[in-house]
């Protein structure tokens, strides 16, 4: 710093309150990200998912089971990751099993449906793998989750969407 430059003064807290509205910038910035243009859309992150991916959670379901994913997560009654889903089923672990659509290469969890329906787990696919990480509160995307049936905050959610995941039964004849 030169002799003739004057350190810069601080403002005061009056002054930053003042000058630029900023209680309206962090409105604005709020709104934004509820309607961000990159964020793609329940329907655009469906055409993105594989073959394997049925029965689809509806968005409504999708938005429920995000939740409880989020409400198992906290309680620590969840398995996330292929590995660890499969060794909650081998120890006896009983729940909802959620799976993300978008898993690339499939054969990562082609295993998994037959899996579940032999130990008698429900399972319904979410679309998108970054939102169920998201949801179950790690900062990777999540190919598949497992929500054990210990969980009693969210057991209304649980209900829910279990009967809307026995309600698709591959086997059942028409």
Known sequence: MSDTEEPKKKKSKKERHSTGG???????????????PNTPSYEER????????????????????HKLVRKASQAKNLRRGVKELVKGLRKGDKGLAILAGD??????????PILLEEHNVPYLFVPSKRDLGAAACTKRPTSCVLVKDSNKEGRD??????EEAKAYDPNAKK
């Open 103 to 112: 898993v690339f290469p499939i054969d990562v969890m082609s295993h998994l």
């Open 46 to 65: 469906c055409l993105a998912i594989n073959i394997l991916a049925a029965p689809l959670a509806s968005k409504k379901s999708t938005k429920k089971a």
């Open 157 to 162: 959610l649980m209900d829910s969407l279990m």
């Open 22 to 36: 900023s209680s309206t910038k962090h409105k604005e910035k709020d709104d934004e990200e509820k309607s961000d």
